[in-house]
């Protein structure tokens, strides 16, 4: 039953992406005003399909990357919605940043389903993707003034050396604590089958 309900949701999983891909695309390419009534509620699709993974990856599989994109989808086929519908009244060119930040959350929020308890390893990633969304939106949105251009040429060499110097406090936390260690939730499932079927074997030998 896992694995049919694995299989099902990533299947739903891959193709709401894809749809929601193209959709974006979709957007920027056509004007909205030119957009034909039946694209206003096309993206409703996206948003089922990252409900029905939601519903399928928390009550049965697990999976950390099906819950995660699986609030994504919800999340922006939603967004995407409303923006056909013109009721949010900012462009994707506006809203893009956004993408960072809602991944940082619901990369927190999905860690905390699979482990049920805060991770610090994934609490790290989901805290920078959600600061540097939230730092290109004072842009996007016209919030600093200052051109962005102006920004990366000066801060540019400066955030390249803060990146580099979290990567290595990261790695020397990860030596000493087992916890900042963002483990592949897909192997710890098929060692625990694994497991489980060496202990069936040992039982019928005995």
């Not at 959709?23 to 509620?41: C, D, M, R, T, W």
């Amino acid at each position: 039953m896992k694995k049919d309900s694995s299989f099902f949701a990533n299947l739903i999983l891959y193709f709401g992406s894809g749809f929601l891909i193209f959709l974006g695309i979709f957007n920027i390419i056509v004007p909205i005003e030119n957009h034909h009534i039946v694209i206003n509620y096309l993206p409703c699709i996206a948003a089922l399909s990252g409900l029905v993974v939601l519903i399928l990856s928390i009550r049965n599989t697990k999976k950390l990357h099906q819950i995660f994109i699986g609030f994504e989808l919800f999340f922006w086929g939603i967004v995407t919605v409303l923006n056909e519908l013109q009721i949010l009244p900012y462009t994707f060119i506006q809203w893009w940043p956004m993408i960072g930040v809602t991944a940082g959350i619901f990369l927190c929020i999905a860690g905390f389903i699979k482990y049920q308890r805060l991770q610090a390893g994934y609490f790290l990633s989901s805290l920078t993707l959600f600061l540097m969304g939230l730092w290109f939106m004072l842009f996007s949105f016209g919030i600093v003034k200052v051109p962005f251009q102006t920004v990366a040429i000066v801060g540019g060499p400066l955030f390249l050396m803060m990146a580099g110097i979290f990567i290595v406090a990261l790695f020397l936390l990860q030596k000493n604590h087992s916890n900042f260690i963002v483990k592949d939730d897909e192997n710890i499932d098929q060692d625990t089958e694994e497991m489980s079927n060496f202990a069936s074997m040992d039982e019928s030998v005995e």
